[in-house]
Each structure stands twice: as C-alpha cells, then as structure tokens.
C-alpha cells in the first residue's frame, strides 16, 4: 500500500532522541507519521501566510494591521524550526512509549480538577480549542484509531488509550502548542487562528494517516484479524502526491455511489433518463428565455414570495411555469427554460423539498431556510459549480445555517433569540438585496460564520466549565464511596458513644473527603486521618491498664487538636462541631474514670480486700487534675460536683450513609432495568460525546441538546444546550432507557446541503432502477 521511497527516518531532519527499543513496525508508522506532519504543516504555513494576509488586509487600525504583518514575518522566519520542534518531540513521543504513559509528560498531564480556579484565561481557552479538535476527529476517525491503539499495545504488551498514543489527536496538537509556546507566539488570536488552520491541514486528514499506518502494522502481522467497526472508507493514501498537491480524492479511488462525488452533469443524466415529469411538454416552436429574462422572473418571484411562511419546491415550478404560460399568452408564443436552467431548477426544488421535510431541523428555522429556495435557484442557474464544489459561498451558508439551527430549541427568553435573529437577518438580507451579483453570498457567509463562530466559543468555554464540574463530582462521589467503606470497615459491629457516630458520620467524614480528593489515597495526609479515626474509637474505649492512661494522656490533646483543625479547613458549622468537641471532652474524661475504677478493682482483688460497691458513671467525678490532660482539666473541674450523665450508646448493626447533597440517579432509573443484551444498551455505548439529539418526554416540550462528555468514573452521561449549559444527566441505564422509550433522537449533524443532495441522488436511483 505504501510507497517506500517517500518513507523516510525522521533522524534526517535532526532528531537525535533514542527510539527506546522500539519494535521495527512502529518505527515504520513513526517515519511515516514524520513525512505525513512535514507535508501537512508546510500546507499549513501557506495557508497561514494567506489567511493572516487577508485579516491585514480587513484590519481596522494600523497597529492592528502591523500587528499581523509582523506575525507573518515572525512565522515565515520561524516555520522551519516550528517544523523541527514539533518533529523533535514526536519522535520523544515514539521513544516514551517504552518507557512511561505518554499521558503522563508535562505537556499533556490533564489539570489539576482542584486548582481549576487558578487557570488563567488563556489557557482555558487553548484548552477549549484543543478539546472541540479532539472531539472532531474521535467523531470521524474513532474506530480507525481504536485500531491502531490495539495494535500498538499489542507490540507494547499493554493497553494503550488514544491519549497515550503519539499519533492521537490529543498528543498531536498538545505538540503544535507547545511549539508555538517555545518559539514565542503569545497572542491568543494568533494561537487560535494557527490552532485552526492545524485542525484543517492535519487534523480533518487524520483518518488516511491512521487507515496507512493500521496497513503497515497489519502487513507486518499485527493483529491482521482485527476489523474496523463501521469505520469511514479510507481509500487515498496519506502521502498521495495528487492528495497533497490538489487535496482531492482521485477519480479511480472514489467511491462512485457516493453522492458527494457526483457531478452536476452525472445527475441531469438521470433526471433524463426519468423523463421530463417535472416539466411541462416543450411545443416545437417554443422559444427559450433568455438568462437575463430568467434572472428577472425569478428576482420578481423572490420579491412577491418573501412574506410566504412555507414555500415548498412544487409551488416554486408552479409559479415559474404559470408565469411562464401568462407571457406566451400575451405574445403568443410559447416560452421555456432552457436545458440546463431546467435542471438546475429542478434540483434545487428536490434539495429544497428534502430541506422542508427535514426532521434535523427545528420547524421555524425550517421554515426560515426554506425561504431561500429562490436565491439558490438564481445561484444555481447562473452557476452549477454551486453543486459540485463544496466550497461554493452560497453552498457554505446553506451548510452553516443548518448546523447552526441543529441545537436551536427555541427562544430562551421573552427577547428575541440571538441566533435567530441573526438568521433572520441574513435570510431578509439576501432577499432585498440579492439580484445577480453572488458575491453577496460571501460577504453574508462571512458575516453569519463572524458571529456563530464568537457564539460557539462562548458556549464552548461554558460546556468546559460544565465538564469540569461533573468530572469533579464524580470524583467527589468515589471518594465518598470510598470514605463509606473506610468507615463502615472500621464501625460495623461496634457500639460506641452516639457523638462519636455523628462526628464521624456527618463531620469528619467531610474532612476526610477534602483530604483525599486533595491529597488522593497514597499520601500521608490520607492516612493519617485515617489512623485518627482508630485513635477516636479507641479512645472512648474500655481501657484495662496503667499504659492506657499514660497512652489517652498523650493522646487526646493532640486528637482533639487535629479534630478541630480538620472542621475549620472544612468550614464546617462552628457552633455545631464546638458542642461535639465538648461532649467528647466529657467522654474522655468518662474514660479516665473508668480506667481508675478499674485498676482500683484489680489492685482491691490483688490484695484481698473487699470490693468497693459499683459505682455509676452518673457519680461525681473522683479524678486528680495530675490524672488528667491539661485541656481537660478545667472541665473535669466544672464537672466535679456534678452527676456525669451516662452517655448513649450505639450499636452499628449496618452500613453507614453519608451525607450527599448530589444525587443525580432518578427514581426511575434505579427502579426499571435493562438487561444487558438489550438493544438500547448497544445503542447507549455506541454513543460519542459531540453528538446532537432531541428529547421529549411525556408533557415537556421538545428540546436539543449534545452528548458534551461520558464521565466514565461515575458511567454518566451529560448533555448540554447549544449554549453549553447542563441539561440532562443520564446513567446508562437511564440513557437506554430513553432511548428505547422514543424519548430521545440522534440527529443527523451532516452538512444539511450534502444530505440532501444525497437523499436526492438516491431517490433518482431508486426512481431508474424501479
């Protein structure tokens, strides 16, 4: 599959770091990867040059302007050692493949969930920007990276996650950033703008990188039985020199059902060969309208339609045929289209029926889309590389205004709904103004892309916080779950005085999960509030000898010491934990007690004097302040002449629950089970975080919402609205369940004209072969 004469060892370009024992097939994926990053990052410096020319040229002030000019200057003076680095440190991450989890290395070690609060703004934004990169390419090219994760642990014998992989999209663009970092490239616009542009040169090609390097580990014997999952055919080669040179897929390696690689021409051959059903029968003597004449009628339909609320493709032809007919009558000649005005007419009214037909799109912003039926019909007529190029301006705004209506669910206030607005605007805007000059389409495409763009990262940066916080609570609930178990091991079975049972049910155990989920469950820190939980329970124990009192004597100022430290750091109620140091006080004075009486009886029995009557613990204290610690001196002092209330006792026959404020399982989910071999259990882990769904359940109205991440510790899955707020959370189980129910729908987020110009080509299909 590959051509050897194009792979060469990334050591020609300088890098001098140890392959670390590798094995010789993952030195030819490396070398590989090496020539496939050279060629995309060059593309990526042209493109750099051309886009930062272009913001200069639209810049608003000078200094704006220089600004740019100066970061061309700086990137053209520093791409070869940005290329040098970024290859330098994919072959340091080759060779720590054998030596620890790449994961692991400083420039991709995940944040710190507790120091959250001390990230700067930039930096959440690199992150946010890397994040949406990353999601993009697991979407398209999971499964083939699946593949090659497995093999490359496979080679490594051990498992290996996309993270820890040197050719994962993670590791890939951490790298990038790092090499801007490095060369002094501190401007976030800049940062964001070059992240960009590596998303469109390396990442979106990811999948021919992966789909190559699976072949030459499959040539090599590795795990040659091992099957993509419906993964995208990957059928160019990612060192195609025609690739490279024109990033088009050649014609003998396309795939000629695909409808996004038909032509225009290719489908007015099948609108032929179904006849002419959509158009009337031509007289001979009919004679064609002229374009100019076309334009005008169409210009005048546009204007006499643009308070039409539903206009659909059939009443379209309807009207153009009717006009038609009402001019051949004055001039009594028969007039038509012409062929290829026809065509293209009847096509765009096929796209625009699939468009109004559409279950994807929210019923208003249909409704609104659909009224640019007949500025894309003029587009059409006047270009039909409006259906062969993907990169068409008024193909584009079709594209991006679908996407952008995918996770609309309504207005969200009595105020008109920002992006509707906007949609509205661009919408009337093409209907006044649109005649016959397309570059309209451009100027509506940039400006609809300027603001959905600044809509995104905003919600994006919410969504992140969003993550952030459900990654924190299901930390936060392992470490309750593990706290639980720590103390249930250590109570079960016991009967201990009620105060000690509530401060360690409901006050300490909250001091123990701010040290773990700080400190984690190998420190010190850790253990030695466990060890304080032991000292506790001991310490209102039954004592027996002389060395437990010298033991409590020297234990109990420091334990009660460290208690309340522990419940000031936690911010616990003051007054409420101060009266439990109190009663605590009072048992340990209690023990002291105990302890005397006890030794008293044993020393009675040594000597055969007769014994003392039992005495009760509601007796005066009878204790020496020598006997005591000296912070519990002064208490035993107020206690002296008093009766000493006996304390409650508890016997924990069964586990402990600590107090949660976060349950976030519904009643339903616990109480109705799926069983595992149900299908909408496969359905609910076939899901991918980035995907769109609708929900409805029974009485709510209908809402949007995307799979913004799978929290994998706690199994839940988290959706958010297009403005990246929590919307719904659903274990497994619950997910299944929904779906199952019909409550919830994936929506279909492909580009909304390439679907329905594919739903079009396979109804003419079926139409010839029926």
């Known amino acids: 599959m590959q051509n050897k004469a194009h792979v060469v060892s990334l050591a020609q370009h300088g890098t001098k770091t140890a392959t670390g024992h590798l094995a010789a097939p993952l030195i030819r994926v490396r070398d590989l990867a090496g020539v496939f990053i050279k060629r995309q990052l ?22 704006e302007q220089n600004s740019l000019f100066e970061t061309m200057r700086e990137l053209r003076l520093k791409q070869n050692n940005l290329l040098h680095s970024y290859l330098q440190q994919l072959t340091e991450s080759f060779a720590h493949l054998t030596q620890f989890r790449i994961g692991a290395t400083a420039g991709s070690t995940p944040a710190d969930r507790d120091s959250l609060t001390l990230v700067q703004p930039d930096e959440l934004e690199e992150s946010v920007a890397i994040s949406t990169m990353v999601r993009k390419v697991m979407f398209n090219d999971a499964d083939l990276l699946d593949d090659l994760n497995a093999r490359f642990g496979h080679l490594l014998q051990r498992e290996l996650q996309s993270v820890d992989n040197p050719l994962g999209p993670t590791n890939l663009s951490q790298l990038f950033l790092n090499g801007l970092h490095q060369l002094g490239f501190d401007n976030m616009q800049i940062k964001l703008i070059l992240l960009k542009l590596f998303e469109r040169s390396v990442l979106e090609d990811l999948g021919l990188l992966y789909a190559d390097s ?25 060192l195609s020199s025609t690739k490279m040179a024109g990033r088009q897929i050649g014609a003998e390696q396309a795939d000629p059902a695909s409808a996004g690689n038909i032509s225009f021409q290719d489908i007015q051959l099948l609108l032929r060969e179904l006849g002419t059903a959509r158009s009337p029968a031509a007289p001979a003597n009919a004679t064609p309208v002229s374009p100019a004449d076309l334009m005008r009628l169409l210009t005048h339909l546009q204007q006499h339609n643009m308070q039409s609320q539903q206009l659909s493709g059939d009443l379209v032809r309807q009207q153009i045929d009717s006009i038609l007919q009402r001019a051949a009558q004055q001039s009594q ?30 019923d208003s912003l249909k409704a609104l889309i659909g009224r640019l039926q007949i500025p894309m ?33 309504g207005k969200d206030s009595r105020q008109r709904d920002r992006l509707q607005q906007k949609m509205e605007d661009i919408v009337y805007r093409l209907l006044n103004e649109f005649t016959d000059d397309p570059v309209i389409f451009a100027d509506t495409l940039q400006e609809f892309t300027e603001f959905y763009s600044t809509e995104r990262r905003r919600s994006e940066l919410v969504e992140q916080r969003v993550r952030d916080a459900e990654e924190g609570r299901a930390r936060t609930q392992q470490a309750r779950l ?14 201990l005085p009620e105060t000690v049972v509530q401060l360690l049910q409901d006050n300490w155990s909250q ?89 008293a009886r044993a020393e009675e029995a040594a000597t055969d004097t007769p014994a003392a009557p039992e005495t009760s613990l509601r007796a005066p204290l009878d204790l020496s302040p020598e006997e005591l610690p000296e912070s519990l001196q002064q208490v035993a002092e107020e206690l002296a002449d008093q009766e000493v209330a006996t304390p409650a ?70 959706f958010v609205n297009r403005h990246g707020l929590k919307v719904l959370d659903k274990n497994r189980n619950g997910l299944a369940l929904a779906i199952k129910r019909g409550e919830l729908r994936m929506l279909d987020d492909a580009l909304l004209f390439d679907r329905a110009l594919e739903s079009v080509i396979s109804n003419l299909r079926r139409m010839k072969d029926s």
């Not at 040659?224 to 059928?235: S, V, Y």
């Not at 769904?693 to 029974?698: A, P, T, V, Y």
Request: proline letters at 4%; hydrophobic letters at 40%.
């Open 511 to 599: 001091v123990l999960l701010l040290r773990l989920l700080k400190h984690g469950d190998d420190s010190s820190e850790w253990h030695s509030n466990l060890q304080l939980v032991d000292d506790l329970i001991w310490s209102v124990g039954e004592h027996q000898e002389q060395t437990d009192g010298i033991r409590l004597k020297e234990m109990i100022p420091q334990l009660v010491s460290r208690l309340r430290t522990g419940f000031e750091e936690a911010a616990l109620d003051p007054f409420a934990t101060s009266l439990l140091l109190t009663q605590l006080e009072v048992l340990h004075i209690q023990a002291f007690q105990q302890l005397k009486r006890t030794l």
């Open 214 to 238: 699976n072949q030459i580990l499959v040539e090599a014997g590795v795990l040659p039985d091992l099957h993509t999952r419906g993964a995208r055919k990957k059928t160019t080669s990612a």
């Open 649 to 718: 006792m508890v016997e924990i026959s069964q586990d402990l629950e600590l107090p949660d404020n976060e349950n976030s399982v519904s009643e339903e989910e616990e109480e109705t089970e799926l069983p595992e071999d149900d299908p909408a259990m496969a359905k609910a882990d076939q899901m991918r975080p980035g995907s769109w769904f609708e929900l409805k359940q029974q009485h709510e109205p209908a809402i949007r919402c995307k799979l913004s991440a799978i929290i994998r510790a706690t199994g839940r899955y988290i």
């Open 482 to 495: 593990q706290i639980k178990q720590e103390l249930n091991q250590r109570l079960l079975g016991k009967t």
């Open 42 to 63: 060059q593309e990526l410096f042209t493109s750099a040059d051309d886009t930062l020319f272009d913001m200069a040229d639209r810049a608003s002030n000078n200094q």
């Open 377 to 409: 019909l003029k587009v059409a007529v006047m270009d039909q590389s409006f259906f062969n190029s993907s990169d068409h301006p008024a193909r584009r705004l079709l594209n991006e205004l679908g996407s952008a209506a995918l996770g609309w669910s």
């Open 333 to 362: 000649k028969p007039r038509i289209i012409g062929e290829m005005a026809n065509d293209a007419i009847n096509l765009v009214s096929m796209l625009f029926e699939f468009i109004l037909d559409d279950r994807t799109l929210p």
